[in-house]
């Protein structure tokens, strides 16, 4: 039950952006910045962002060399390497507005574990260097079988290691943090603990939340809408080809003399880990059991968990000890192919969804879009 006051001066604005992570307040800076006088509200489910902007592991990421051989045939040559552009401005846009400082960007490098499966892909080194020279000014993967040793990983296991000099790493929990301090300065009022269960489009845009109080609906009202809630947005467009997927990620504690240092990638990107400072952080594997990880239930999979823990052993750090200090899961959000879902729904209400595992590297983009699309 909300009073006259709250009617009248908390519930109707200008614009009203559904979901609190990296895409919505991104757009929602976006439309602060071109118009400095609009009232904006950010309407997040969670008490943090619930899909995945502070649930990642802090890739800086565009795509390994398997990945995107993986991903050629899908999307060909042309669209492929749209995707690939649309990730690395979207990285930049994300460490301009924030500040490398301020997000803890690392420029230590990417790198891909080889195996026994993986070495055919090593003769498409210098087709994508070539096909990525439209982006990058030098070339982009280079192999080098001594960063195996290097690493510390095993030599039974891991073949050899395909360098990227143009990845990095950042501290999500940093990012989001100055995500929404900087939506603040703007003016923007964010309101966290709000899950949105309808949106209509009336005279006015009328978004349909549970008050948390007494479990009634509470109604916001804005001129037009916004809808960056990645998985959870099929709620709102069922017609649409959005998939969860989820992603558990766990992180040690710290380990002495911690070799690898850097973002690192195998099994077509699936697995991923990092360090953070001595800690080793270590995700991914819903390759293993596509149905169970397809859901927007948050959990943790005991046979991905369990092949996790041995890679660790086995390909990472062989005979080496370490524990575990946590693990969780985020939620992500996939198509067809990886190509994001930004598009207008009427005239009033724009999307921005389905970012394939990228948000970091898209996200920011990815809000831009939005604000022009509402704008148009």
Known sequence: MISFWEREHFTKFNFIVVGGGIVGCSTAYHLAKRYPKASIALLERGIFPSGASTKNAGFACFGSLTELADDLPKLGEENLLALV???????????????????????????????????????????????????FAENVFKENRNLVNQFGFSSEKIN??????????????????????????????????????????????????????????????????AICTNAFSKQFLPNETINPGRGMVMITDPIDKLKPKGVFHYDEGFFYFRNVGSRLLIGGGRNLDMETESTLEPGINPKIKQRILDDITELILPRQSFSIDMEWSGIMAFGKNKSPLVKKVTDKIVVGARLGGMGVAIGTQIGEEIQRLLND
Do not use: H
Request: net charge neutral; with cysteine.
């Open 160 to 225: 050899s290691v395909v360098s990227n000099q143009y990845e990095g790493q950042i501290n999500t929990g940093k990012m989001m943090k100055a995500w929404w301090e900087i939506c603040a300065q703007q003016g923007i009022k964010i309101f966290t603990g709000c899950q949105v269960t309808k949106i209509e489009e009336q005279q006015m845009v009328e978004v349909e939340v549970v008050d948390a109080a007494d479990g009634k609906p509470l109604y916001f009202k804005a001129e037009k809408v």
């Open 85 to 135: 552009e649309k990730r690395w401005l979207g990285l930049q846009k994300l460490r301009s507005t924030l500040g490398d400082q301020t997000i803890d960007y690392q420029n230590n490098g990417g790198y891909e574990l080889i195996r026994q499966k993986e070495i055919p892909a090593l003769d498409r080194i210098d087709y994508f260097n070539q096909l990525l020279k439209n982006i």
